[in-house]
């Protein structure tokens, strides 16, 4: 078996706080390869952010602790790692870009320094020659006139436009990966496409891979490969993305496609159906499917014991009792009887 | 930025005349012991002389046509025998003293600005450092240290502080080391000590309650600007913890803390009563306090003018400082 | 581009910015969504603003005990009738008898802080002094509150001309230390007519400012609320608008700055009377006291000492219950 970019095996991020132990990543696990897409889907609070966050070493620990688990990156153990290791890969091997380009950017510095500082740290770079760089990181991301702009400030661009420079900004140091979390949620819908688009544009010239974290199925059906459904800090299905999508096999994963309008399904008596209740708290969680609450297919055994991860088809896991059982199908009917 | 300076300045223009006008009101509708009798103490002066000091300071005018004088006599630029000449400010004459406003207040106010800076020091060491302290290491000792014991020193009384340091340091570890060491607690000057000694306990004391304060401010700020996204943003692009602190944290942190510090050494050049009182200090604060228990109206009106002014001027720099570390400022409107 | 007021000058007493506590929320929150990783009020999320602000000041340790000192020193001031002078000798004559034997004694049980320079009880003066800081503190506050709010919901609420003319009044008190303004107002009084009430009319008088500006800003912010905007839609009156639907949601950060003028009061009630501007003897004042035992720094210190631990005290008590006021009203103090 050849060697992944990036294995991420059965890892835990629990928070130790006042009020008890928060597991907010419990045993999530995934390949990565160079050039492919992983996206990763599920509601706030589901640990999506969190699991990411914790592969780059960027929870604070204290609170956070890893509990189990690893993340191998080109076969070496990011969570064993000291601090100073895991900081020459953080924005060199693996960059990150986050939600929120209006406040991701530091105010007070020009655009153009703050490009530079990852070439400055990581491949020594002259500050003359990052600068010069950053230019060319500009005009990659098509930011128009980047010989004048990089020399403003963040305020001074719009929000699409300083996620454009985010991107930049992760791109600086050829990574490996680029983790992007939600990258375009704060953004209007057309320069969302934008931005999706300069992704792709990006990943096919440079091969690297892709992490995209985001709740909004759209954006994961038009980019990834692989996709992560999470519910309450745990995998709740694995797969690639045309069996995800076209073979879901978790009535939460059923429950996120019912509840987002779909147009390629023009059926006018199809409607959306939103997953009634809400995500459970993560302290102190009672034995059982998390999902069980809000699962309309429950039984039983879903109240007594956990759902581990199968592999149901071939590369395609879901962590629910019945997954793939003779006649366990989504049923409009429950969709029905939940809105009544 | 310059037509931002031109409005700043014309905003004085209605809190100069609002200030001085409602004094010139308080000190002439309020009964009150009479300014002249003030300068001869017990005895009666002579009814002819009286008379003619009343008439000196025009004391006999109705308060308008006095600020009218006043305000006439500020000009800079006056006309004498049908030219218009600079002259400078007038301040009028001390009528305790018979001295110049202006030269008293020439001589007094060194004395204030080297007390005011040494306790800016003190403020900017003590409170930048305490407070970055005690964001770094939050929870520790050293932040409980710090939180509780900047808590106590704005909940003290200034002047009681100042009186305890006289006893500590002045009193009490004069006795302890038979004389042989301890710190002068009266005056600017004198034979025993060097003349920076006599600003240690004074300036110590201006700086109290400031020092907490910019402590707390900039411990709030750090933490505050820690949780910021662009605080992450540093961490992703690989920065070290003291890189994202000096680089990328201080800076954004320090805004507020500046703006409060220069504000603050505008109200110390307005003169620190209190501390100035406790101490004999010689300054502006210590004058001021002095001439308005003597009634002597004159330096009352010429210190506030010149106090006025001074705020206003360090107001301004505090603004244009602002600005230069804040870019959202310098270059105005944002793409938000 | 208000900043020079951002903090009153001479007031030292500046809001300071919540501190925002490191944690968990921040990585596992996400905008747009509730966190459920921590869901700390689920069990009572029927109770009101005030309610929940009550259960959370309960909760906080420093601010429960600094709540307790303000009520032993409150109970003392007002039972202080009923037994300081039968345990200490009454502390607010001079008994020419007794005097010259009494003068100056020592920490004893019978005066458990000693005796001052006309042999009274030290700690029967620091308590009827708590009277008049007490008063002082609490009467001037609500003076200051009563104009400022006033002030600010005419000037946030209507906006234009009336916004621009307090704006500017406020800029004029800001622009100069507040002690000094205080100073030349007693100081023009004569003699005989300082005291008690001339102290709260310059302290309540000149404190306004800083609570106009607060409920102005708090005002404008709960305005653009949609439910102001469902008020007026409905055809609610001005008035009722100003009463039923914007004052109980904005008044909170007055509450936490009112809080913590009351010990600024108080230190400015010493101050003045230290200055000798303030409460005069025989009546009783804690910078009162300090004036008058200045004298005695090298011979007695302890006469300056205990009535200083008395305004420390107070004034920290009351400080810390405002920290405590404002993490549990949950107000960001920043303007």
């Known amino acids: ?340 | 930025m310059l037509q931002y300076i031109t409005k700043r300045i014309i905003q004085f223009i209605p809190v100069f005349f609002g200030v001085t006008l409602a004094l010139f009101l308080i000190s002439n509708f309020m009964p009150g012991a009479d300014p002249i009798q003030m300068r001869f103490g017990e005895r009666t002066p002579p009814p002819e002389v009286k008379a003619q000091l009343i008439q000196q300071f025009g004391l006999d005018q109705p308060w308008y046509v006095q600020y009218g004088k006043y305000l006439v006599a500020l000009s800079p630029v006056k006309t004498v025998d049908g030219a218009v000449k600079w002259t400078g400010p007038d301040l009028g004459t001390s009528i305790y003293t018979g001295r110049p406003v202006m030269t008293i207040f020439l001589e007094t106010y060194p004395y204030t600005i080297r007390l005011a800076l040494v306790a800016i020091m003190i403020e900017i060491i003590v409170g930048i450092g305490a407070g970055v302290i005690s964001a770094v290491k939050q929870y520790s000792f050293a932040d409980v240290f710090v939180t509780l014991s900047t808590s106590i020193l704005v909940s003290l009384p200034v002047f009681w502080l100042g009186l305890m340091l006289q006893y500590v340091f002045g009193i009490w570890l004069k006795n302890a080391t038979g004389g042989a060491f301890y710190l002068p607690i009266s005056g600017a000057s004198s034979v025993a000590f060097p003349d920076w000694v006599h600003l240690i306990l004074p300036g110590i004391t201006l700086a109290s309650v400031s020092t907490a304060y910019a402590a707390r401010i900039m411990r709030s700020q750090l933490l505050e600007v820690n949780n910021q996204d662009y605080i992450r943003t540093a961490h992703a692009k690989g920065l070290s913890d003291n890189g994202v602190l000096w680089h990328h944290a201080m800076k954004n942190a320090l805004i507020p803390v500046v703006t409060f510090i220069g504000l603050d050494l505008g109200a110390m050049f307005a003169g620190a009563v209190l501390t100035e009182t406790v101490f004999n200090w010689p300054g502006v604060g210590f004058t001021l306090a002095r001439s308005i228990f003597q009634r002597d109206f004159p330096v009352v009106f010429g210190g506030v003018t010149v106090m006025l002014f001074a705020v206003m001027i360090i107001n301004l720099l505090v603004d244009i400082s602002y600005a230069f570390l804040d870019p959202r400022i310098r270059f105005g409107g944002s793409g938000e | 581009m208000g900043l020079v007021n951002r903090m009153g000058m001479g007031d030292k007493r500046t809001p300071e910015s919540k501190i925002v506590e490191e944690g968990v929320h921040d990585f596992g929150g996400q905008p747009g969504g509730n966190t459920p990783l921590l869901e700390e009020h689920v069990d009572h999320e029927n109770r009101t603003l005030w309610g929940d602000a009550w259960y959370r000041l309960r909760r906080n340790k420093l601010a429960v005990l600094a709540l307790g000192w303000i009520l032993i020193v409150v109970l003392a001031a007002i039972t202080a009738d009923l037994w300081v002078p039968q345990s200490f000798g009454d502390p607010r004559v001079i008994n020419s008898q007794t005097a010259a034997a009494q003068r100056l004694l020592p920490v004893s049980s019978q005066h458990p802080f000693g005796t001052d320079d006309f042999g009274r009880d030290i700690l029967g003066r620091v308590i009827y002094g708590s009277r008049v800081s007490l008063t002082v503190g609490i009467v001037a506050v609500a003076i200051s509150v009563i104009i400022g709010v006033f002030l600010g919901a005419i000037s946030g609420y209507y906006g234009g001309w009336t916004d621009t003319l307090v704006m500017r009044i406020t800029d004029i008190f800001l622009a100069f230390p507040y002690i000094l303004f205080a100073i030349l107002i007693l100081a023009v009084l004569p003699p005989e007519v300082r005291g008690i009430t001339p102290v709260i009319l310059a302290i309540g008088l000149l404190g306004w400012p800083t609570f106009a500006r607060l409920f102005r800003g708090s005002v404008l912010s709960v305005k653009e609320n949609d439910y102001v905007d469902a008020g007026r839609a409905l055809g609610a009156s001005d008035s009722r608008l100003m009463f039923r639907h914007i004052a109980p949601n904005a008044i909170a950060p007055v509450v936490v700055y009112a809080t913590m003028s009351v010990g600024g009061a108080i230190l400015t009630e010493a101050a003045l009377s230290f200055l000798g501007l303030g409460i005069q003897p025989p009546k009783i004042s804690w910078g009162q006291m300090i004036e008058s035992s200045r004298g005695y720094l090298v011979t007695a210190p302890l006469l300056v000492l205990w009535p200083g631990l008395a305004i420390l005290t107070t004034v920290l008590a009351f400080t810390l219950l405002g920290d405590g006021v404002r993490d549990a009203l949950d107000v960001k103090m920043k303007d």
């Not at chain 1, 189990?68 to 064993?80: E, K, Q, W």
């Not at chain 1, 990966?177 to 939600?182: F, N, R, Y």
């Open chain 1, 1 to 340: 078996m050849a060697e992944h970019l990036l294995v991420v095996d059965d890892l835990k991020m629990h928070f130790h706080t006042r009020d008890g132990v928060v597991k907010a990543v419990d045993g999530v696990s995934y390949t990565l390869d160079s050039g492919e897409t992983l996206g990763v889907v599920g509601e706030s609070g589901s640990g999506k952010s969190v699991h990411a966050l914790t592969m780059m070493g960027l929870i604070p620990m204290p609170p956070g602790k890893v509990e189990g688990g690893d993340v191998l990156f080109r076969g070496t153990s990011l969570i064993a790692m000291n601090d100073d290791d895991l900081r020459k890969i953080r924005g060199n091997e693996i960059a990150m870009i986050f939600q929120d380009p209006m406040t991701s950017l530091n105010p007070v510095y020009r655009i153009g320094r703050q490009l530079a500082e990852p070439l400055i740290i990581h491949k020594g770079f002259s500050k003359h020659d990052a600068w010069a760089r950053a230019v060319e990181l500009l005009r990659l991301v098509g930011i128009p006139h980047p010989e004048s702009r990089v020399r403003d400030y963040p305020h001074q661009f719009s929000g699409g436009m300083r996620q454009r420079v985010m991107i930049a900004m992760a791109l600086a140091c050829d990574p490996y990966i680029l983790i992007a979390d939600e990258p375009t949620t704060a953004l209007d819908v057309t320069i969302q496409a934008q931005i999706i688009e300069l992704m792709q544009e990006i990943q096919k010239r440079t091969n690297s891979a892709i992490i995209m974290i985001t709740h909004d199925l759209g954006v994961v059906a038009d980019i990834a490969d692989k996709v992560l459904v999470m519910y309450a800090g745990k995998p709740a299905e694995v797969g690639a993305c045309d069996d995800v999508f076209y073979k879901p096999l978790h009535p939460y994963t059923w429950g996120l496609m019912d509840s987002i309008p779909r147009h390629d399904i023009l059926d006018a008596k199809t409607e959306l159906c939103p997953i009634k209740g809400q995500p459970p708290s993560l302290i102190d969680a009672p034995p059982g499917c998390s999902f069980e609450p809000r699962c309309p297919y429950a039984q039983d055994v879903c109240r007594e014991k956990t759902p581990g991860l199968r592999e149901i088809s071939e590369g395609h896991y879901a962590a629910c009792h019945f997954a793939g059982d003779e006649g366990f199908e989504r049923n409009v009917v429950a969709c029905a009887g939940v809105s009544a």
